[in-house]
T-cell receptor, first 116, second 113 residues
Framework: NAGVMQNPRHLVRRRGQEARLRCSPM?????VYWYRQLPEEGLKFMVY????????ESGMPKERFSAEFPKEGPSILRIQQVVRGDSAAYFC??????????????FGPGTRLTVL | GQQVMQIPQYQHVQEGEDFTTYCNSS?????IQWYKQRPGGHPVFLIQ?????EVKKQKRLTFQFGEAKKNSSLHITATQTTDVGTYFC?????????????FGKGTLLTVNP
């Protein structure tokens, strides 16, 4: 059973470009969470999605950032017009559909975004 | 909003020494989870505590959840070099969103062989 997959693992963008980060949850998992981690910091919640629904995006900046989890295909975190401050590791986690309040979250390997 | 504090931020020990990291929440938690992240790696789930005063053990690791469900600790007995990494606690607020985890900043453990 493959774990959570994220790609690319490393992404370099110049200021003003767009960054697209992909996350495929574990098989059977329908809940996806995105987190951002700055160096020597904890993980900051960004957004929680279920298939075709954004449940909570309270941790996501209102501008330039968007997320989706379509019926088919991976979840995508999109950052438009990137700035240097967007440089961070972005982790995706997934959990099974039942009992979200008590489920552990399975993390992917992360995408390290560097903005030049 | 909810805040989760962890201390210490860094801990360096000699192999064989014990290690403890502490986690405090500004609000009462419904449950707390602990994760380990190796350098350059991703967080890996260790354990979840749900009940007030709960204590769980995994080999050399002992996890405690406070009576008031606002604090927790992780204790490692006789550290080994394989214990190196950052240990995060993550809490779910009682009565709040039942899925959102708030992470502490973590404790980076380094072990001198």
């Amino acid at each position: 059973n493959a774990g959570v997959m994220q790609n690319p693992r490393h992404l370099v963008r110049r200021r003003g470009q767009e960054a697209r980060l992909r996350c495929s949850p574990m098989k059977g998992h329908s809940h996806v969470y995105w987190y951002r981690q700055l160096p020597e910091e904890g993980l900051k919640f960004m957004v929680y999605l279920q298939k075709e629904n954004i449940i909570d995006e309270s941790g996501m900046p209102k501008e330039r950032f968007s997320a989706e989890f379509p019926k088919e295909g991976p979840s995508i975190l999109r950052i438009q017009q990137v700035v240097r401050g967007d440089s961070a590791a972005y982790f995706c986690a997934s959990s099974p559909p039942s009992g979200a309040a008590y489920n552990e979250q399975f993390f992917g390997p992360g995408t390290r975004l560097t903005v030049l | 909003g909810q805040q989760v504090m962890q201390i210490p931020q860094y801990q360096h020990v000699q192999e064989g020494e014990d290690f403890t990291t502490y986690c405090n929440s500004s609000t009462t938690l419904s449950n707390i989870q602990w994760y380990k992240q190796r350098p350059g790696g991703h967080p890996v789930f260790l354990i979840q505590l749900v009940k007030s005063g709960e204590v769980k053990k995994q080999k050399r690791l002992t996890f405690q959840f406070g009576e008031a469900k606002k604090n927790s600790s992780l204790h490692i007995t006789a550290t080994q070099t394989t214990d190196v990494g950052t240990y995060f606690c993550a809490g779910r607020e009682s009565g709040g969103s039942n899925y959102k985890l708030t992470f502490g900043k973590g404790t980076l453990l380094t072990v001198n062989p």
